[in-house]
């Protein structure tokens, strides 16, 4: 489950425009709605706009803890006392920090001076919090590409992970003209980035082999930006589902407008996962032709068929090994 905990933001992307949505606190769900969902989920993200400015986030975490093995936030990581008082109550709450490239293209993307830095000290703290899985997580676009291996060598250098994903048009992200211009040297610096994850160099085995697993959503990025189909069909309403500010719980984040099953305010979580629309809305996913390919999505879709990414990174490791262009299909 993705839960958007509030489309309210403090960062002004180019490439999302959830800041324009002018999300309403007083309708926004709380750590008493929370409850009610069941507790039989692998992974909870949760999401925004930006997060931290829910004044109730650890009592979410707290709700939430019970109904998953797993709790990470993703966040721009500027209010970064609100972030470290979390990490701090909650030390295994993972952390994602959004990063557009280094500093000043960084600040410029997402229209948050000194965005970098606050950013960078949000790790830090969070470390010294006590707080073990940190990593950071970048939109790729034709505008910050040549920024992507620099910033992978900075989340080596600082023992984190680094998530992926690309520009899209969605209800969600309040966009619609989303595009990659300069496709061709897009995709030339995102295969650059496939090749260094599936080489990677770190010490620490566990981000390694997760390198190794990045390296195939990327491979799926490319096909993205491409227009080509998804390495893995989408599992969106049945894999996975995402739970709005209201309380709406919805197939995904990618489609034209909202594909809400129910609202868990007015209905048992069973009721509406099992009831008709939810029904009428995977014969909809079914038929969906927009081939998005995000963490989200792509994520349950790589653990639902774990052979397709498996045997794509063993093929291409031993490519590369041999000394072979793991892009060249012939």
């Known amino acids: 489950m993705c839960f958007i905990s509030t489309y309210r933001c403090n960062?002004?992307?180019?490439?999302?425009?959830?800041w324009r949505k002018n999300g309403e606190t007083k309708k926004e769900i709380g750590p008493s709605d929370l409850k009610k969902l069941p507790s039989r989920f692998k992974r909870i993200n949760i999401s925004g706009g930006e997060p931290a400015l829910r004044y109730d986030l650890a009592g979410i975490v707290e709700a939430l803890k019970s109904k998953s093995r797993r709790i990470d936030i993703s966040t721009n990581g500027y209010l970064t006392e609100q972030?470290?008082?979390?990490?701090?109550?909650?030390?295994?709450?993972?952390?994602?920090?959004?990063?557009?490239?280094?500093?000043?293209?960084?600040d410029r993307l997402r229209g948050l001076k000194d965005g970098f830095k606050k950013a960078v000290e949000s790790v830090e703290k969070l470390k010294s919090a006590g707080v073990k899985d940190i990593g950071l997580s970048v939109v790729i676009s034709d505008k910050n590409k040549d920024d992507l291996l620099r910033l992978y060598s900075m989340a080596v250098e600082m023992d984190l992970d680094l998530s992926s994903?690309?520009?899209?048009?969605?209800?969600?992200?309040?966009k619609f003209d989303n595009r990659i211009e300069d496709v061709e040297n897009t995709v030339i610096e995102v295969q650059k980035f496939i090749e260094a994850l599936l080489q990677s160099k770190r010490k620490n085995v566990r981000l390694r082999v997760k390198d190794w697993g990045r390296a195939f959503i990327n491979y799926g990025i490319i096909k993205y930006i491409k227009g080509e189909d998804r390495p893995i069909v989408c599992g969106a309403a049945k894999d996975?589902?995402?739970?709005?500010?209201?309380?709406?719980?919805?197939?995904c984040n990618g489609s034209d407008v909202p594909w809400i099953l129910g609202n868990i305010r007015n209905e048992s979580f069973?009721?509406?996962?099992?009831?008709?629309?939810?029904?009428?809305?995977?014969?909809?996913?079914?038929?969906?032709?927009?081939?998005c390919w995000m963490v989200g999505s792509a994520r349950?879709?790589?653990?639902?068929?774990?052979?397709?990414?498996?045997?794509?990174?063993?093929?291409?490791?031993?490519?590369?090994?041999?000394?072979?262009?793991?892009?060249?299909e012939k």
């Not at 994903?165 to 309040?174: G, K, M």
């Not at 996975?240 to 197939?251: C, E, H, T």
Request: glycine letters at 6%; proline letters at 5%; aromatic letters at 14%.
């Open 240 to 251: 996975f589902f995402f739970l709005d500010p209201y309380g709406n719980i919805m197939a």
């Open 11 to 18: 960062a002004k992307c180019v490439m999302c425009g959830i």
């Open 83 to 106: 972030l470290v008082e979390v990490g701090r109550k909650f030390p295994d709450t993972a952390f994602r920090i959004s990063l557009e490239g280094m500093q000043e293209l960084n």
């Open 270 to 291: 069973d009721r509406v996962w099992f009831g008709e629309k939810a029904t009428a809305i995977r014969e909809k996913v079914l038929q969906c032709k927009k081939k």
């Open 165 to 174: 994903s690309v520009i899209h048009n969605s209800f969600y992200f309040n």
């Open 300 to 328: 349950p879709a790589m653990r639902a068929k774990p052979w397709v990414p498996v045997l794509w990174i063993i093929k291409n490791k031993m490519k590369l090994l041999s000394g072979h262009d793991i892009f060249n």
